[in-house]
Nanobody, 121 residues
C-alpha cells in the first residue's frame, strides 16, 4: 500500500511563511507528477501547484511569486514553500502523487490526509 503523509501546517500571521512537506512511502516503483491542492471552508478543492518528475512546475495565479513547489525524487517527497501568506491562503492543504506501485502497476493518484494552514493575526 502507498501512503502520502503531509507535515508542516500550522498557524501563521499574515506576511509569514510556512513550508509543507509530503512524503510518499510504500511499495513504490515510481512517482510521476506531484502536486498540492487546498480546500477552504465552504469552497471546492482547488489546485495550487504541480511539479513533474523532471521538475517542470505550474502555479495557480493567486500564488505565483509567493509559493514555490519542489521535490526530492530520491526521497519521493514534495515540498511547498509558502511566503507572504495571506488570510485567503487559509485552507486544508492536500498533496497528490501519481504513483506506480505493487498495488497499481499503472499510474494511480494517491492523496494525503491534509494539513491545516491558518493565516491570521
Amino acid at each position: 500500500q502507498v501512503q502520502l503523509v503531509e507535515s508542516g501546517g500550522g498557524l501563521v500571521r499574515p506576511g509569514g511563511s510556512l513550508r509543507l512537506s509530503c512524503a510518499a512511502s510504500g511499495s513504490i516503483f515510481g512517482v510521476y507528477g506531484m502536486g498540492w491542492y487546498r480546500q477552504a471552508p465552504g469552497k471546492q478543492r482547488e489546485l495550487v501547484a504541480t511539479i513533474t518528475s523532471g521538475g517542470s512546475t505550474y502555479y495557480t495565479d493567486s500564488v505565483k511569486g509567493r509559493f514555490t513547489i519542489s521535490r526530492d525524487n530520491a526521497k519521493n517527497t514534495v515540498y511547498l514553500q509558502m511566503n507572504t501568506l495571506k488570510p485567503d491562503d487559509t485552507a486544508v492543504y492536500y498533496c497528490l502523487g501519481t504513483v506506480v506501485s505493487s498495488a497499481h502497476t499503472d499510474p494511480y493518484d494517491y492523496w494525503g490526509q491534509g494539513t491545516q494552514v491558518t493565516v491570521s493575526s
